[in-house]
């Protein structure tokens, strides 16, 4: 997928190359930025962490958004005992694969300085994905 995105920008031209970035690292030691992205996109990565570093790397998201910047996020949902059930199974599953810290969804809590714009629900809920918008100060 990031090979595919890489080649669609590069086909745009030049502009759309220089406003894009791919950044490869272990997110709870990069230094994040402050006030440099426009977007911020998060889908299925929260998930792989604990609940308190979660939260940190939502503070460090939310810091390095521009005012008026989007947060995107997409992951699972909890929201019912079926929805519960394979969300266990999947964390059983990735733990046994990927040798992820967190067991299960962390409950995240988003920085005030960020507004819910649109949420959307897919699979009966399972997954949602959220567009959240930095104050433009």
Known sequence: MLKKANVLISSAGS???HRYRQIHINALQYSYPISEYDIVICHYFLDCFIERNASDLL???EKSLKPGG???Y?????SCLLH????????????????????QLPRLNLPES????SRRKWISGLVVSE??????R
């Open 131 to 136: 567009i959240w918008q930095k104050a433009k």
């Open 70 to 72: 989007f947060f995107l």
């Open 84 to 103: 519960q059930l394979a969300i266990w199974i999947l964390y059983r599953f990735f733990r046994l694969t990927t040798d992820i810290e967190a067991t």
């Open 114 to 117: 960020l507004a819910l714009a």
């Open 74 to 78: 997409s992951d699972f949902n909890d």
């Open 59 to 61: 503070l460090k998201i």
């Open 15 to 17: 502009i759309e190359e």
